[in-house]
């Protein structure tokens, strides 16, 4: 009898201590469109965010504690993003990496304001993220101003004197993009044959494909995603147009290719210099590929942004968001995109816009933004 206590009592000891334990994990998180038309963006942001808790973990964690990662799905959409930062804040969690979607990541961060939680986007490029002085954000990708201007250099030296129309999808990630384009393109004198908006989640684009056909538009650039993105360019193939297609780091998914088969052929897009290819991340790309994932897109920025934050964390001592955020902005953090150091807005200070091109076989390749 007296043995059964004492296993009661070692039982008890260790539940005890399990749950001790438990407690002192400190739980992080990742949000984005992990359902919806962006879900394969959310896919490359969980897959980040889940392999870099993994390695952070089995490195000793963050100030001595596991990390536990807790995912977060606004589906692309701002009211549910509102509502995810809400309950992840109310929740305490010092730190979100995300979300993918501009519209999204606005009105979230303002909720991550006012409940002390620390955001960095692995994704977000509208200008609006870092310019309200929020004390809570940062990103480590660049902005819409800036892979505009290389977007539209591009145009610029290979499609001088040619017919060029601008679409976007009225959303604040593609019709900022688009205006940022056009307006590089226009501070140079050159003007757009046509500019023109559609819906997210439009399907049928045949009467804007005839203007573009009616018009001989040898190029049109597209700021919004790669599902409608793809519905364009098959249907202008459809209708007999050769017209090539440029977007934005949107179409930065091997989906963009399921949706288009071969007609990908020489659709071009802005995003930075491939990260899997970077010496920084070639460790990591390998233990991604051990598990047959692609760490293609915004899986590396992710790790990235989860880098930056228990760096900063291990630096001050503290997950104090308002420390840790003083910290980043104050330091430089060796990341898998290579060394990282922020203004005071939160934006990166080194930005590397370049342009690829698809091929017909659904892989892409840099190509020179000042003509190949």
């Not at 201590?17 to 002192?24: I, K, N, T």
């Not at 147009?241 to 990908?264: C, H, R, W, Y």
């Not at 992710?302 to 503290?318: N, P």
């Amino acid at each position: 009898m007296k043995s059964l206590k004492l296993i009661g009592l070692a039982l008890g000891a260790s539940l005890a201590l399990s749950a001790s334990a438990f407690a002192q994990d400190i739980t992080i998180a990742v949000a984005g469109p992990m359902t919806g038309s962006e879900s394969a963006f959310g896919r490359q942001m969980k897959n980040g965010a889940e392999q870099a808790v993994s390695d952070l973990n089995a490195a000793g964690g963050a100030l001595g504690k596991k990390l536990k990662l807790e995912v977060g799905d606004d589906a692309c959409d701002p009211k549910q993003a509102r509502s995810v930062a809400e309950k992840l804040s109310s929740a305490r969690i010092p730190f979100v990496a995300g979300h993918f979607c501009s519209s999204s990541s606005i009105p979230a961060s303002e909720a991550y304001a006012d409940g002390n939680t620390l955001q960095i986007t692995p994704a977000s490029t509208n200008p609006l993220f870092t310019e309200r002085k929020l004390w809570n954000v940062a990103r480590v990708c660049g902005r819409d101003d800036q892979q505009g201007l290389v977007a539209a250099e591009y145009i610029l030296k290979n499609f001088k004197g040619k017919n060029v129309a601008i679409l976007n999808d009225k959303t604040t990630y593609g019709k900022g993009l688009a205006d940022e384009t056009k307006k590089a393109l226009n501070k140079a004198g050159f003007q757009e044959k046509m500019f023109e908006s559609y819906n997210k989640g439009d399907k049928d684009f045949n009467s804007i494909v005839s203007r573009l056909k009616r018009d001989n538009i040898d190029l049109v650039y597209v700021g919004g995603y790669h599902q409608e993105a793809g519905l364009i360019l098959r249907q202008m193939r459809d209708q007999g147009l050769q017209t090539v297609l440029m977007a934005g780091d949107a179409m930065n998914d091997k989906e963009f290719a399921s949706i288009t088969g071969p007609a990908a052929e020489g659709t071009l897009f802005t995003f930075g210099p491939d990260p899997r290819n970077k010496p920084t991340a070639k460790a990591i790309v390998e233990k991604f590929r051990a598990k047959n994932i692609d760490p293609e897109g915004y899986t590396l920025y992710t790790y990235a942004a989860m880098q930056v934050w228990s760096q900063a964390v291990a630096k001050v001592g503290s997950t104090d968001p308002k420390k840790v955020m003083d910290a980043i902005k104050a330091g430089e953090w060796d990341t898998v995109l290579g060394k990282m150091a922020f203004d005071a807005k939160g934006d990166i200070k080194a930005i590397d816009y370049v342009v690829y091109k698809w091929d017909a076989k659904g892989n892409y390749a840099e190509v020179n933004p000042k003509g190949s």
